[in-house]
């Protein structure tokens, strides 16, 4: 499955931006969908994961209340909503592919197996 994500750019403190993640194969509900963003100089971050079935979500409580994901199955499309960017937002954004089981949504990157190329977030004060 290839992921493509878009959606990246210039913004300042506050504003909002919202990610998309097209997937070209056909995605079931056997997988889950994972974002993760690697900032300068530290390690890769999960931010949040979908269930695609349930559509069940998870997030890492830094995110909790700011960042929002969703998905289109029509579209086979998982969406990454962020508000209120803050300058320690910026980083590269990934989406990641997984086989799940049900609703456990899991943070460890080394449990996804197809990732994006990535898009950049730039958030200036």
Known sequence: VRLVESGGGLVQAGDSLKLSCAASGRIDSRYHMG?????PGKEREFLGAIAWSSGSTRYVDSVKGRFTISKDNAKNTVFLQMNNLKPEDTAVYYCALRLGAGNMLLSAYSAYTDWGQGT??????
């Open 35 to 39: 974002w993760f963003r690697v900032a």
């Open 120 to 125: 950049q977030v730039t958030v200036t004060v």
